[in-house]
Each structure stands twice: as structure tokens, then as C-alpha cells.
């Protein structure tokens, strides 16, 4: 078991791109939810996916949006980068309603 | 909002002595209380989790504690090693799906 693979680790764009990010959540979980973390800050929480539907979301503006697959994989899309949303990507997955204990290895996003 | 505060930023301590954490949260309905540590460039590891309805739990030499009237919560890390050097956070799983991390404390363990 791979555990939670996220792709790609680091990614470079420019201001005014857009960008799409993907995880696999691990084996038998469900639910994956995405983080952004921002250097020497904690993990902001972007939004929840559960049965292919955003089940709740964080204080992100809409050009954050997501999408979940029926195999359970997920992916991030940002519109229109902006310099601030430079970070560390990550998403976690958790099934059964248990706890999200286990990350992916993030993807770093430089936009510049 | 819904917020977590945590305490102290920083936190250096000889090896062998105990650290101590400190987090409080906002939102009342929170009642899952998770702590990872974060080693640089890796990604954050579950490490202890309290739910509201337990007052302490203790995992060899890590023991998180809650007080849901004050809403606070502590973590606890006696005989520290240098290897529990790390970025330590905690978090608050809203009475929704929502997670809400503190900002961290960088735990620095001086052999």
C-alpha cells in the first residue's frame, strides 16, 4: 500500500495561470480533504470530498475548486494564480469517518 | 470563527526533560483533537488524537490532555530525545468536517 500519493511534488507557474493538482487518497479510505500551507504556518483547510461531492469547504475564494473520482482519487484546481497562493499543497485521506492520519507528501507550488 | 490557538512558537529543551504544548479552541462543537509532527520537508504524521468525550490518553511518552470547559488542550512529551526535534501542531475537527490547525511549535531538543 502506497499510502496517500500526491502529484506532482513541485510545480512552477506564472501569475494568472491555472494549475491542477492530484491525489490518491490510500488504500480503502474515501474521504480526501485538502490543505494549503503557507511557510511556517499550519495547514489552512481548503475543502472535503466524500462521495464525489464537496461535503464542506474553508474560507477560499472560488477559484479554488475540486473534484473527486469514483475511485476515490481527487484533484485541486486554482484559477487565476496569484503570488500568495505560493504553498505547500497537501491532502489527506481518512474512510469510515476516522481520522485524517495520513498525509500525502504535498506538492509545492511556486507561482511567480 | 472558528480558530486554535497554540503555544508556545518555539520550544528548546535539554534531552531527557519534558515539553509541554498548549492549544485553545473556539468553536464549542469541536470535538476531535488530533496532534502531528511535522519533520522539515515531510509531510505531518498523526502522533496522538483525543475525542471530547476523553479527558486524557497517553501513548508511551506522549499524553495529550483536554478540558472541554476551558476549551483547552495540552500535549505532553516526557524523557525528550533529540528525534522528537520537529514542527508539532494541533487541530480541532469542527462539529462539521472542517479540521483547523494551530500555527505550530518548533520543538528543539539539545542533546
Known amino acids: 500500500d502506497a499510502g496517500v500519493t500526491q502529484s506532482p511534488t513541485h510545480l512552477i507557474k506564472t501569475r494568472g495561470q491555472q494549475v491542477t493538482l492530484r491525489c490518491s487518497p490510500k488504500?480503502?479510505?474515501?474521504?480526501v480533504s485538502w490543505y494549503q500551507q503557507a511557510l511556517g504556518q499550519g495547514p489552512q483547510f481548503i475543502f472535503q470530498?466524500?462521495?464525489?461531492?464537496?461535503?464542506q469547504r474553508g474560507n477560499f475564494p472560488d477559484r479554488f475548486s475540486g473534484h473527486q473520482f469514483p475511485n476515490y482519487s481527487s484533484e485541486l484546481n486554482v484559477n487565476a494564480l496569484l503570488l500568495g497562493d505560493s504553498a505547500l499543497y497537501l491532502c489527506?485521506?481518512?474512510?469510515?469517518?476516522?481520522?485524517?492520519?495520513?498525509f500525502g507528501q504535498g506538492t509545492r507550488l511556486t507561482v511567480v | 470563527g472558528e480558530n486554535v490557538e497554540q503555544h508556545p512558537s518555539t520550544l528548546s529543551v535539554q534531552e531527557g526533560d519534558s515539553a509541554v504544548i498548549k492549544c485553545t479552541y473556539s468553536?464549542?462543537?469541536?470535538?476531535?483533537f488530533p496532534w502531528y509532527k511535522q519533520e522539515l520537508g515531510k509531510r505531518p504524521q498523526l502522533i496522538i488524537d483525543i475525542r471530547s468525550n476523553v479527558g486524557e490518553k497517553k501513548d508511551q511518552r506522549i499524553a495529550v490532555t483536554l478540558n472541554k470547559t476551558a476549551k483547552h488542550f495540552s500535549l505532553h512529551i516526557t524523557e525528550t530525545q533529540p528525534e522528537d526535534s520537529a514542527v508539532y501542531f494541533c487541530?480541532?475537527?469542527?462539529?462539521?468536517?472542517?479540521?483547523?490547525f494551530g500555527a505550530g511549535t518548533r520543538l528543539f531538543v539539545k542533546a
Open positions: 488504500s480503502g479510505h474515501d474521504t
Open positions: 468553536d464549542s462543537a469541536s470535538n476531535y
Open positions: 470530498y466524500y462521495e464525489e461531492e464537496e461535503r
Open positions: 487541530a480541532a475537527k469542527t462539529g462539521g468536517f472542517k479540521t483547523i
Open positions: 489527506a485521506s481518512s474512510g469510515g469517518g476516522g481520522p485524517e492520519a495520513f
